[in-house]
């Protein structure tokens, strides 16, 4: 097991929650197969060592909850793109320059913005709903077959 990943597991299973959610955001930013692979086999631990510490703050929850989902997409060889309609924080141009997502086409210039974006490894096709309140968040809607 490599340094970080290792750092990463132990920091998970801290039971200290700066360390959790701080373990937990870099998991959402991470794109490195096969040390997902190896913190997705240590998940019924990291679940344990998580579940009751709640309390926080709600942004710190989510982003536990999006690290868990993604070790979960991880194990259960679900497409990445399985992930977005989940959560609120995948910027689709973002998305794009790590090659995860083609964006299709955009719909601007408004105070939102609508995406239409095709998955570069399953090809599912969402629309994806770009709004701001105190953030910017995006809500992902996949797109039935044949739709356009
Ligand atoms: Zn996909």
């Not at 998970?12 to 959610?21: G, N």
């Not at 701001?132 to 356009?148: N, V």
Request: with cysteine; aromatic share 8%; net charge negative.
């Amino acid at each position: 097991m490599s340094e970080t990943v290792n750092d990463l597991l132990m920091d998970l299973l801290s039971r200290d929650t700066h360390r959790v959610w701080s373990a937990a955001c870099a998991v959402n930013v991470l794109r490195d197969p096969p040390a997902l692979t190896t913190l997705a086999e240590h998940l019924p631990e990291i679940e344990r060592a998580t579940e009751d510490l709640g309390g926080g703050l709600f942004p710190n929850n989510e982003r536990l909850r999006q690290a868990i989902y993604t070790l979960r997409a991880q194990r259960d060889g679900l497409c990445r793109c399985w992930l977005y309609p989940e959560f609120l924080t995948y910027a689709p141009l973002k998305e794009q320059e790590a090659g995860d997502v083609t964006v299709l086409s955009s719909d601007p210039p408004d105070w939102h913005m609508d995406y239409h974006c095709r998955c570069a490894h399953c090809g599912t096709e969402y629309k994806v709903e770009q709004r701001e309140g105190h953030l910017t968040w995006w809500k992902w809607l996949k797109l039935g077959d044949g739709a356009s």
